[in-house]
T-cell receptor, first 112, second 113 residues
Framework: DGGITQSPKYLFRKEGQNVTLSCEQN?????MYWYRQDPGQGLRLIYY???????QKGDIAEGYSVSREKKESFPLTVTSAQKNPTAFYLC???????????FGPGTRLLVL | GQQLNQSPQSMFIQEGEDVSMNCTSS?????WLWYKQDPGEGPVLLIA?????ELTSNGRLTAQFGITRKDSFLNISASIPSDVGIYFC?????????????FGQGTELSVKP
């Protein structure tokens, strides 16, 4: 089945630690996105990529980094510089920029 | 930049009631998307609208693309407990060449059996 997978479902981070969230899609979509969602709030864009080896900062990129070495994969690293990382992280993809986005199931990140 | 305002922010209704929510903007959108997010899951696309005045149904859901292109409405008829979740509207940001979607803040729906 085609779709977007995110792993792990839950992730725990210790203070000062970098953690990486996985996002994989087999929809042959060019564009991929990372969003952060806090309780009771909407989606805020962290980073997006329209094509392999290229990505742009979204509205809240500080403390995060990404890479796009393969079309299918867009991992997000939450660095130690992100002082409030506890949130629900959603990955999405679309055929192209500004097209309908399809979301993965999300990863919940918690700080120990 | 462009913004989308959803209302109401939350709704508490009885099973069987009809629901109406809307999304407005001060600028024009050429596409309106409606998503539903179940608790602890990613949003799922419900309906996509591409033409001003368009009225589209998906089962008990009906959405309309406003004539002014500055608003959209989502109606749910005869609500059931599984309708619980957060409903988001979204549209493409034409001021950003990078091609973002703009999302509303969401309408949280609670259904009492």
């Amino acid at each position: 089945d085609g779709g977007i997978t995110q792993s792990p479902k839950y992730l725990f981070r210790k203070e000062g630690q970098n953690v990486t969230l996985s996002c994989e899609q087999n929809l042959n979509h060019d564009a991929m996105y990372w969003y952060r969602q806090d309780p009771g709030q909407g989606l805020r864009l962290i980073y997006y990529s329209q094509i392999v080896n290229d990505f742009q900062k979204g509205d809240i990129a500080e403390g995060y980094s990404v890479s796009r070495e393969k079309k299918e994969s867009f991992p997000l690293t939450v660095t130690s510089a992100q002082k409030n990382p506890t949130a629900f992280y959603l990955c999405a993809s679309s055929i192209g920029a500004r097209e309908t986005q399809y979301f993965g199931p999300g990863t919940r990140l918690l700080v120990l | 930049g462009q913004q989308l305002n959803q209302s109401p922010q939350s709704m508490f209704i009885q099973e069987g009631e009809d629901v109406s929510m809307n999304c407005t903007s001060s600028s024009i959108f050429n596409t309106w998307l409606w998503y539903k997010q179940d608790p602890g899951e990613g949003p799922v696309l419900l309906i996509a609208l591409y033409k001003a005045g368009e009225l589209t149904s998906n089962g008990r859901l009906t959405a309309q693309f406003g004539i002014t292109r500055k608003d959209s409405f989502l109606n749910i008829s005869a609500s059931i407990p599984s309708d619980v979740g957060i409903y988001f509207c979204a549209g493409p940001d034409f001021y950003n060449q990078g091609g973002k979607l703009i999302f509303g803040q969401g309408t949280e729906l609670s259904v009492k059996p």
